[in-house]
């Protein structure tokens, strides 16, 4: 065995051997599962929608079975009836128009954001990728995969939830191949404004970084609609923005998103290894993402539902001492725990005495430059229903 572990690609063992923080976060919930009766335990835990997929969406999908007869390969770029949705959307929603060969389809914005280290660092050099802390797992674990390093930026109230890129040392800047970033950023709720985008367009620009922009969030806005990175014209010549159907239509179980870029020459060699690679985005799926794209009402609706949850759940923790960070988008309230508490004490509380669960935010983040910014931070993901929002009051609130 060790000689075939052995014979692996040199980069997985740091991923395959990485700890698995959520174990304790997994047993707790088992747990809880098993302790109280069925369906008492609200869980705000996951950060998958519970809502169903839109009608529209699902009817689609069931036409395109018959119409398909799901025979024939889809197309691995993405089909002309999606693709066309796409440039649709994002002309409507940014105001910016993109051709064909600026756009690719993908499983998601997570397999789009694992794979894209590979193309942009040298596996036998010392570049390095930059990544926002807390930020997306496979950001990082794609970073590895390719030989290349992470380093760090930490999204905390001390940075003003906004990646530093000032304090970032000469040194690794220069070994930066690719900067990631996430807005509205998972797990705080921030957005970056079209001004903070701009400068981190600069900063690219200036430094011959690619900018690899996690965008899956976008639709889930309170207040104004958050700016994409293809809002600035410069980002031509340095960024790929990944969206997808998950969050938007609650479309997890589809695995459908596209990458996006005003520089076709950037994702020429994506989408050439992707036609070498997949088969693509099934064409059922594709049918109904593109009806999904087509429609603002739904996503308008959730907004909406997102909203109503917020307006509950905040002040109910507000008033156990709690201290949460208005959200400007994503579905998730980060919250800062009261003082005399740690993220999983006050986690394991929560669950064990009242039937709520949430997560650990020192889990969801990295210990980097000795600081962890999860500490003192739990995450609540706004799934549950409406119901469950308000017994979760009832339970918090009550004496
Ligand atoms: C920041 C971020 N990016 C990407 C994803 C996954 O997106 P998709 O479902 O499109 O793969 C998630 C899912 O939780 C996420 O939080």
Same mark, same amino acid.
């Given at each position: ?38 369906? %008492?335990?609200?869980?705000? $835990?996951? !950060? ?8 529209? @969406? ?14 024939? %390969?889809?197309? =691995? ?30 499983? !998601?914005?997570?397999? =789009? ?25 496979? %950001?990082?674990? $794609?970073? #590895?995969?390719? +030989? ?7 999204? /905390? ?12 040392? =000469? ?13 509205? &950023? ?7 404004? #079209? ?32 700016? /994409? ?14 969206? /997808?159907? /998950? ?24 989408? =050439? ?9 099934? &064409?059922?799926?594709?049918? !109904? ?8 009402? &739904? ?6 539902? %997102? ?29 800062? @725990? ?5 993220? #999983? ?9 009242? !039937?709520?669960?949430?997560?650990? +935010? ?7 430059? +000795? ?29």
């Amino acid at each position: 065995m060790s000689r075939r572990l052995s014979r692996l690609n040199p980069n997985l063992p740091p991923i395959l051997t990485a700890p698995y923080p959520f174990d304790v976060v997994d047993s707790n919930k088992k747990r809880a599962l098993e302790e109280f009766p069925e369906g %008492y335990v609200i869980d705000f $835990g996951v !950060g998958d929608p519970t809502d169903p997929v839109p009608e529209l @969406v699902r009817r689609k999908m069931a036409g395109a079975v018959e119409e398909s007869k799901c025979s024939g %390969y889809p197309s =691995a770029l993405g089909g002309a009836g999606y693709i066309a949705a796409v440039r649709d959307f994002v002309e409507r929603r940014f105001g910016v128009g993109l051709e064909p060969d600026q756009l690719c389809a993908t499983y !998601g914005a997570k397999y =789009a954001s694992f794979h894209l280290p590979w193309y942009f660092c040298d596996p036998a050099g010392d570049d390095m990728c930059l990544i926002p802390n807390p930020g997306y797992p496979p %950001y990082t674990d $794609g970073t #590895l995969l390719a +030989g290349a390093e992470p380093y760090y930026l930490n999204i /905390s109230e001390l940075s003003g939830f906004v990646p530093d890129l000032a304090g970032i040392p =000469a040194d690794i800047v220069a070994r930066a191949r690719i900067l990631f970033v996430n807005s509205p &950023h998972s797990p705080t709720g921030q957005v970056l404004s #079209l001004d903070q985008l701009g400068e981190i367009v600069r900063f690219c620009l200036d430094n011959d970084i690619v900018l690899v922009s996690d965008e899956c969030y976008s639709e889930l806005f309170y207040g104004d609609p958050p700016p /994409s990175v293809l809002e600035v014209p410069e980002s031509a010549d340095c960024a790929i923005v990944l969206n /997808s159907l /998950s969050k938007r239509s609650m479309m997890t179980s589809c695995a459908v998103g596209f990458m996006a870029s005003r520089n076709p020459d950037l994702l020429g060699p994506i989408r =050439a290894i992707t036609r070498k690679s997949i088969q693509g985005v099934a &064409h059922i799926i594709e049918a !109904g993402a593109e009806a999904a794209l087509l429609d603002d009402a &739904h996503p308008r609706e959730m907004r909406a539902v %997102y909203q109503e949850r917020l307006d509950i759940l905040l002040p109910a923790l507000e008033s156990v001492g709690c201290v949460p960070v208005r959200p400007r988008g994503t579905f998730f309230l980060w919250v800062k @725990v009261p003082e005399a508490d740690t993220p #999983l004490g006050f986690s394991e509380t929560l669950l064990f005495e009242k !039937g709520i669960n949430c997560v650990p +935010g020192n889990l969801v983040s990295k210990e980097w430059q +000795g600081e962890n910014p999860g500490d003192g931070f739990v995450r609540f993901a706004l799934v549950p229903d409406i119901e469950q929002v308000r017994e979760a009051r009832q339970r918090l609130t009550a004496e």
